[in-house]
Every structure is written in structure tokens, then in C-alpha cells.
């Protein structure tokens, strides 16, 4: 079984950045893609960001590609979100996922979402004021 425990979130003004930390532990982090995603309210699960087990190969959503930066350490087993240039429309709950295959997208091409993945962390809250 893999817990995942996520931290870094906060309120901070529009334009800032923030780093987001996922610590995993129990099963075999470094065989497993990783993922971000993120709920605001009234809304469902948003694909944020996949990273492969060895951090070779990343994917991002549209809507934050050139702001964010997924990355992975696999010696701590953590996985990061770099957010910077944050708008009030990235106020969310914030989720670090894992799967148990490597491969961050589907063979198709097309981004994996929420139910693509095995194991989910509580959340951290991140506000934006504009």
C-alpha cells in the first residue's frame, strides 16, 4: 500500500509562486508514474500534471503549461510541483497521485485523469487572490 502526504500549499496574491512536495511511502515509488491534479470547488478532478518513473517525461494541462513544473526525486520518493506566475483561477484542493504502471499518459496520447491512478494523497489547499 503507498501513502502519499502532500504539503507546500498556501494563500498567496496573484503573480506569486509556490512549490507543492508529495512524500511517498510504502510500495515502490521509483517504478511508478506520478501525477498532480486538482478539485476547485463545485468542480471535478483536473488533470495538472504526469510524470513517468524516471522523470524523462513530462505532460502538463493547457491551462498551466510554461507556469508549472512537475518533477520527482527518486532516493527522498517525492514528487514536486513548481507553480509559478499563479492566477486566482488555480485556487484549488491540490492531489498528488500514484499508478502502478511508469508510463505517465496513455498509449493513445491522451493525458491520464483521476481514475487512471491507484493511490491518492489528502490534498493541500492553494488560494490565489487576484
Known amino acids: 500500500q503507498v501513502q502519499l502526504v502532500e504539503s507546500g500549499g498556501g494563500l498567496l496574491q496573484a503573480g506569486g509562486s509556490l512549490r507543492l512536495s508529495c512524500a511517498a511511502s510504502?510500495?515502490?515509488?521509483?517504478?511508478?508514474?506520478m501525477g498532480w491534479f486538482r478539485q476547485a470547488p463545485g468542480k471535478s478532478h483536473e488533470f495538472v500534471a504526469t510524470?513517468?518513473?524516471?522523470?524523462?517525461?513530462?505532460y502538463y494541462a493547457d491551462s498551466v503549461k510554461g507556469r508549472f513544473t512537475i518533477s520527482r526525486d527518486n532516493v527522498k520518493k517525492t514528487v514536486y510541483l513548481q507553480m509559478n506566475s499563479l492566477k486566482a483561477e488555480d485556487t484549488a484542493v491540490y492531489y498528488c497521485?500514484?499508478?502502478?504502471?511508469?508510463?505517465?499518459?496513455?498509449?493513445?496520447?491522451?493525458?491520464?485523469?483521476?481514475?487512471?491512478?491507484?493511490?491518492w494523497g489528502q490534498g493541500t489547499q492553494v488560494t490565489v487572490s487576484s
Open positions: 510504502g510500495g515502490t515509488f521509483a517504478s511508478k508514474a
Open positions: 510524470i513517468n518513473w524516471s522523470g524523462t517525461s513530462t
Open positions: 497521485a500514484a499508478r502502478n504502471l511508469a508510463s505517465a499518459v496513455r498509449n493513445s496520447g491522451v493525458h491520464l485523469t483521476w481514475d487512471d491512478f491507484d493511490y
